[in-house]
């Protein structure tokens, strides 16, 4: 009540189990329409549980999620889709054997697949320009060049970007990314972040940011959700939160002592 705005997606208390391991331990965020959002935390913490949790992906073991005012806990992750969600996964799906340009063809089929009643008035006519065709896409994430490649012989970087455009194709209101910066060079991180920067000001997008790059992350977002072994340990603007003595302790001290610490991607989707 204390907001006139309604969140875009409201997660209270949201617990995910496997066996005996809370791996996101009752973790209550909510989202802002236009906010962007970074989660960081080490290895482990729960980071990419709670994203599967929020996308549909993993069904919660307790806990509400509401998107957009709909209470979808416990609804797969088309449902989601359909009210606004899409996401990345921390290694990237794309279709190796179809053209760039197809697989963005493909987000814009799964897109046509919501409910007819708002694709044909209440919301095609709101999407952006740039989000109605795979080329004006393409052009956004700057892969025009390489549309008629199969999308296996563009570079690992070129594969996020692919697969950031294949989020957009699903026309989302809110955008969550798994560690799209992950192996990319120092200047890569710093161009992806810029373009992420991007599409939440000119599509006017929630983006929730996952990176192990924190100190690009920190730069770049508006508000930053720490958790350490399952829980949110802090929820705060970037200078809050690097202040914050139990982020220091349980985080940000090791990040600072160890800058080369090899990050090892974990593919955890349910
Ligand atoms: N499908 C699963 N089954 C069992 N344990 C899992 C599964 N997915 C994740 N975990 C465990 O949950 C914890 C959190 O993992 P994850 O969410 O991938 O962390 P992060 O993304 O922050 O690195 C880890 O201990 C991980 O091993
Ligand atoms: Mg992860």
Redesign the pocket.
């Known amino acids: 009540m204390s907001s006139d705005r309604q969140p875009l997606l409201d997660a209270r208390d949201i617990t995910v189990r496997?066996?005996g391991?809370v791996?996101v331990d009752s973790v209550s965020a909510r989202f802002m329409p236009g906010e962007l959002v970074g989660i960081i935390?080490p290895?482990?913490?729960?980071?990419?549980?709670?994203f599967n949790a929020i996308s549909g992906v993993t069904k919660p073991t307790s806990g509400t999620l509401t998107v957009q005012g709909r209470e979808l806990g416990g609804k797969g992750p088309h449902r989601f889709a359909a009210n606004g969600l899409a996401r990345t996964f921390q290694t990237p799906r794309t279709f190796p054997d179809m053209r760039v340009r197809d697989n963005i063809a493909f987000g814009l089929k799964f897109a046509g697949r919501r409910p007819r009643k708002y694709i044909w008035w209440g919301e095609e006519t709101t999407v952006p320009w740039v989000l109605r065709t795979p080329e004006s896409i393409l052009g956004l994430i700057g892969l025009r060049d390489q549309a008629d490649l199969p999308a296996a012989a563009i570079t690992p970087s070129q594969q996020r970007l692919l697969e950031i455009g294949m989020a957009l194709a699903t026309r989302p209101r809110m955008l969550l990314l798994d560690e799209v910066a992950a192996g990319l060079t120092e200047n890569e991180v710093e161009e992806m972040a810029r373009l992420i920067r991007r599409l939440r000001d000119e599509l006017d997008l929630t983006v929730v940011w996952?990176e192990h790059a924190v100190t690009t992350l920190l730069r770049h977002v508006e508000r930053v959700i720490v958790?350490h072994q399952?829980k949110k340990i802090a929820d705060g603007t970037p200078a809050e939160v690097v202040r914050n003595a139990e982020v220091i302790e349980a985080y940000l001290g090791d990040e600072m002592n160890e800058p080369t610490t090899e990050h090892v991607a974990?593919e955890?989707t349910?």
């Open positions: 496997f066996g391991l791996a935390g290895n482990g913490a729960g980071k990419t549980t709670f996952i958790l399952g974990e955890t349910a």
